[in-house]
Every structure is written in structure tokens, then in C-alpha cells.
């Protein structure tokens, strides 16, 4: 399974490959992961709307 994130925030080499290791071991926490991030999508998108 291939998976593209970006962060929100400048990280490590080293953080980066644990997150991608908690998420291949987790795939509930990929899950997660991805609803919070479509979440703040959403809440741009209606913000920039208004």
C-alpha cells in the first residue's frame, strides 16, 4: 500500500520513520490520521467561504 502525507510542521528523518512505521503497524491509526486531516481540509475550505 502506497501513502502520501505532509507534515505540518519541519521533522526529522528520524520522526518520519517512526510515524510511517506506527502507521503501517496501525492501520486504524492511518485511518485517523487521514479524518483529522480531511477534517481541517473541510474546516479551510468553509472558512475561506465565508
Avoid: D, G, H, W
Amino acid at each position: 500500500m502506497s501513502i502520501c502525507f505532509t507534515a505540518s510542521r519541519l521533522m526529522k528523518a528520524s520522526e518520519v520513520r517512526e510515524f510511517c512505521a506506527k502507521l503501517r503497524n496501525n492501520p486504524a491509526l492511518l485511518l485517523a490520521t487521514e479524518l483529522a486531516a480531511k477534517e481541517k481540509i473541510y474546516q479551510r475550505k468553509i472558512a475561506q467561504s465565508v
